[in-house]
Each structure stands twice: as structure tokens, then as C-alpha cells.
């Protein structure tokens, strides 16, 4: 089965109050855009593997490194030839206090950026048009 997501088809998110809660870590949380990537893009593999840093030793010292991060931080997948990266930054243009190199993807698009923000509860991921 072929993905049928497109950049365009990202902007009609722009927020709503539906919330999904991840199996894995319940005190992440995602939209219906970041559901939409999963789903069309056949990508639930992405959010499993951004999930899976909340909780680790890595980002625990990104959080004390950088106390920006504990609130708000930005993802970003790029994907060249097959092949991809999955980055973390507390800010555009600084350095990622997470890279992970995926030797494999389909994903359809070359470029993705989900936000996460923490609310005192809940981590949230959402695609910038849903900020």
C-alpha cells in the first residue's frame, strides 16, 4: 500500500482539542495532524521513535543542559535516499541534543518538523500549523 501524504495536505490542521495517547508512554500525547502523518504517511514507526526519549537518561540531561527543552522542542525528520535522520533541537539553527539515524524509511515526504510542548502533564506532538 502506497503512502498518500503530501506537504499540502499538512496545512488544514490548525488545532482542535482531540488528543491521542500514545500506547507506549502515556504521558505523551499527539494531534489529529500528527495522527494524519502516521496514518497516510504509514508512519506510526515515527512517533513510536519519538516517544521513545521521554523518560531516557539522554533527555533528562538535555532538560538539564538546557532548561528550554523541558518545555518545548522541535523535531525534525529528513530523509535522503532512503535513508533518514531524526533530530531534536531546543531552537532552529542550534545544535540537536538527540540524532538518531534511521538506515531505512519510506516515508514520503523529505522533510517533516513536529513540536512538543509539555503542559505540566502531558507532552504534547503537533505540526506547526497546529501551534
Given amino acids: 500500500m502506497q503512502a498518500t501524504l503530501h ?3 499538512l496545512a488544514q490542521f490548525t488545532g482542535d482539542i482531540i488528543r491521542y495517547a500514545h500506547p507506549l508512554n502515556r504521558q505523551v500525547v499527539y ?10 504517511g504509514h508512519a506510526y514507526w515515527l512517533i513510536d521513535a519519538i516517544v521513545s526519549y521521554y ?10 543542559q538546557d532548561p528550554r527543552t523541558a518545555t518545548m522542542h522541535f523535531w525534525r525528520l529528513t ?3 532512503g535513508s533518514a535522520v531524526l533530530v531534536a533541537q531546543a531552537d532552529a539553527g542550534e545544535e540537536p541534543f538527540i540524532r538518531q539515524v534511521i538506515a531505512f524509511t519510506d ?7 513536529i ?4 503542559d505540566g502533564a502531558h507532552w504534547t506532538l503537533y505540526l506547526p500549523s497546529e501551534h
Fill in 31 to 40: 494531534t489529529h495532524g500528527v495522527r494524519y502523518v502516521a496514518e497516510h
Fill in 55 to 64: 523518560g531516557t537518561r539522554q533527555m533528562q540531561a538535555a532538560f538539564r
Fill in 7 to 9: 506537504t499540502s495536505d
Fill in 107 to 113: 516515508f514520503p515526504l523529505q522533510q517533516i518538523d
Fill in 115 to 118: 513540536w512538543a510542548e509539555y
Fill in 79 to 81: 530523509v535522503t535516499d
